[in-house]
């Protein structure tokens, strides 16, 4: 019964061992801004072509990207977080695709806690308008992309 009871513990403890055992994703922080960027791109399978534009607000530095992916033009926002004057990239949003004539808006959180709105789509010419929570605005425009975007706080 002893050897039964001594056996099973074993069994117990490699399961429970197994289950805990799982490997933990190394949060990495940087000396600067721009090592945060380019590490967080090259996690991303980007390069600094796909940055459309790096936005500040309220405190926050914000970097909208463009990714291609089969016959679908996607956009991504990332934040990169500072803490004890060290810097991380942060994604707290899945990538949306963009088409024409659909404005996409979303709502951001970053690392620090802010919340943001946050509105992409594809340009119809240089005079696009959106309606945003801000109401009417002129939002910033790729050029060679056609993306456009436009980032405000939530109060």
């Given at each position: 019964?002893?050897?039964?009871?001594?056996?099973?513990?074993?069994?117990?403890?490699?399961?429970?061992?197994?289950?805990?055992?799982?490997?933990?994703?190394?949060?990495?922080?940087?000396?600067?801004?721009?090592?945060?960027?380019?590490?967080?791109?090259?996690?991303?399978?980007?390069?600094?072509?796909?940055?459309?534009?790096?936005?500040?607000?309220?405190?926050?530095?914000?970097?909208?990207?463009?990714?291609?992916?089969?016959?679908?033009?996607l956009v991504g926002l990332s934040n990169i977080a500072q803490k004890k004057n060290k810097f991380r990239w942060y994604r707290s949003?899945?990538?949306?695709?963009?088409?024409?004539?659909?404005?996409i808006g979303l709502i951001t959180k970053t690392l620090s806690g802010k919340q943001f709105n946050f509105y992409t789509g594809i340009?119809?010419?240089?005079?696009?308008?959106?309606?945003?929570?801000?109401?009417?605005?002129?939002?910033?425009?790729?050029?060679?992309?056609?993306?456009?975007?436009?980032?405000?706080?939530?109060?």
């Open positions: 019964m002893k050897m039964k009871n001594c056996f099973i513990l074993i069994i117990f403890c490699l399961i429970i061992n197994g289950c805990t055992n799982s490997k933990k994703e190394e949060v990495k922080w940087f000396e600067t801004e721009n090592e945060a960027i380019q590490y967080g791109l090259n996690e991303e399978g980007l390069n600094s072509d796909d940055v459309i534009s790096e936005l500040e607000m309220n405190g926050e530095l914000f970097i909208v990207f463009k990714k291609q992916e089969d016959s679908h033009l949003n899945s990538f949306v695709a963009v088409e024409e004539n659909i404005n340009s119809e010419g240089e005079e696009t308008v959106i309606d945003t929570s801000a109401g009417n605005i002129n939002p910033n425009i790729d050029v060679e992309s056609g993306i456009y975007y436009f980032i405000s706080n939530i109060n």
